[in-house]
């Protein structure tokens, strides 16, 4: 995009669910892997204008890490009877190729989940009802503030492993 000229280009980062959902263990790979789904936010806002869509994936299915668990090895376990492979990794990859084809030309800023034969959005965090008191709270105040907010919430994701 330095000669002026128009540019059509993708950015398609790796997340995981660990890092959208957090994962019992694994700390830091739910802290580097929701870094990379707020990179791609930051990505998708900051290069939009040159032409340059950025999205992630984060792709569930049957890896070396996933197989290391003895218990996660047999529930991703490849089907013996030829039925549809649930966990195979190439399930992912009808969705990075749509991603990377000109067909997705100004869908940016998303997050998308693959696992199996389902795709889904992930909505990231947003900021929903507030409580505003006009002045500073009291620590003796904020007990009632926020149960009035929870009221109105949905209820938290549980954690991987939780």
Avoid: C
């Avoid at 330095?2 to 830091?28: H, W």
């Avoid at 996660?72 to 490849?78: E, V």
């Avoid at 990794?89 to 998303?110: C, Y």
């Amino acid at each position: 995009f330095k000669e002026g000229k128009p540019v059509d280009a993708r950015i398609i980062n790796t997340s995981s669910g660990a890092g959208l959902q957090g994962s019992i263990g694994q700390s830091n790979y739910a802290a580097a892997k929701a870094g990379i789904a707020a990179l791609t936010l930051n990505q998708a806002a900051e290069l939009q204008r040159y032409g340059i869509t950025a999205n992630a994936i984060t792709p569930a299915a049957r890896t070396g890490m996933t197989t290391a668990v003895p218990e996660m090895a047999q529930r991703m376990a490849k089907p013996e009877d030829g039925s549809f492979d649930y966990w195979a990794p190439e399930n992912v990859s009808s969705l990075v190729a749509w991603l990377v084809s000109t067909e997705s030309s100004g869908l940016t800023g998303r997050v998308f989940e693959a696992e199996g034969g389902k795709i889904s959005i992930a909505d990231g965090w947003r900021t929903t009802a507030g409580v505003d008191k006009g002045a500073r709270w009291e620590p003796a105040e904020i007990k009632d503030a926020i149960a009035t907010l929870l009221l109105h919430e949905v209820p938290a994701q549980k954690v991987y492993g939780s």
